[in-house]
């Protein structure tokens, strides 16, 4: 007699493999451009927050006729050093300092006793710096003009004594000037506290609203910074590719010397440009 309905051993048929590796496959292909569109969403509200910032840094100097800037923080990793740079395989500026929130100050004017030139902040920011995102800030390299290159690194830039003017940083191939702002109360009839006075970096927008910049860029026209991926991010989220990226390729793209056969790569960032004549602030593209 045949016996029907007898149970099975235990395990997975062939077929069934094949069926749930093609599930997983499927989910995969979904999930992946998914989280890449939260990533470029994250990236492009950070960068909007910060044109958002500069603009209003523009509109107040022309509306109140007064200097005022947006000054921008610097930041390190947890333990206090500067972030390892993922795309510089190797050289000084491996470690790099990275810009991670902004705030809007504007600049007392001549009758203000020993604070007259010193700046604080607007009404609107209170002088409370907003952080970006805490994957990504604005690097210090200027960004690259064309979409394949890489970033033009400063060497006049030092990157470990940022903070310090007169460090010889030239902050001014970003377009920026240093700033004192005057961290405490400003109160009639006293002197201003010179332990509270700050040297920051920051745009500053004359009371035409036009750029001003510091350092020896007469003739340039426009800046831009790059909001972006953080530089101790992997590779993989920092750049684009045609290929796979490997170390020949980084060293050949920094090199400017990749041949029309080799596979292209560039950054993944969105520039704020700022126009020095006009003050005029756009959201650019790589």
Known sequence: MIMRGR?????????????????????????????????????DRGARALYTMVRSARVYASTYNVRTAV????????????????LRLNGPNASVRVLRAATVLYQLPSNMGSYKGLYVPTPDYGGEFQPFSPDYGVLLDVPPQNYQMP??????????????????????????????????????????????????????????GRLEVGGSNAT???????????PDRPVADRTWSSAEINDSMISAWWGKTNPDDLPQMGLIGIPIEIYRSTGRVRMGSL
Not at 8 to 33: C, D, K, T, Y
Not at 71 to 86: C, E, I, N, Q
Not at 189 to 207: C, I, Q, R, Y
């Open 71 to 86: 000054v921008y923080r610097l930041d390190s990793d947890p333990a206090g050093k500067p972030v390892m740079d993922s």
């Open 7 to 43: 149970d099975r051993s235990g395990g997975f048929s062939l077929v069934e493999l094949l069926v749930v590796m093609a599930i997983v496959a499927i989910l995969m292909g979904i999930s992946i451009p998914i989280l890449q569109m939260f990533s470029q969403n994250e990236m």
């Open 220 to 230: 340039t026209q426009r800046f831009s910074v790059l909001y972006a991926p953080m």
């Open 151 to 208: 970033p033009v690194q400063t060497p006049a830039f030092s990157y470990g004594i940022a903070e310090d003017p007169s460090s010889g940083a030239n902050i001014g191939w970003l377009g920026m000037s240093w700033v004192r702002q005057y961290d405490g109360p400003v109160e009639p009839g006293t002197t201003a506290d010179e332990n509270s006075k700050v040297w920051l970096m920051g745009h500053v927008f004359d009371p035409g």
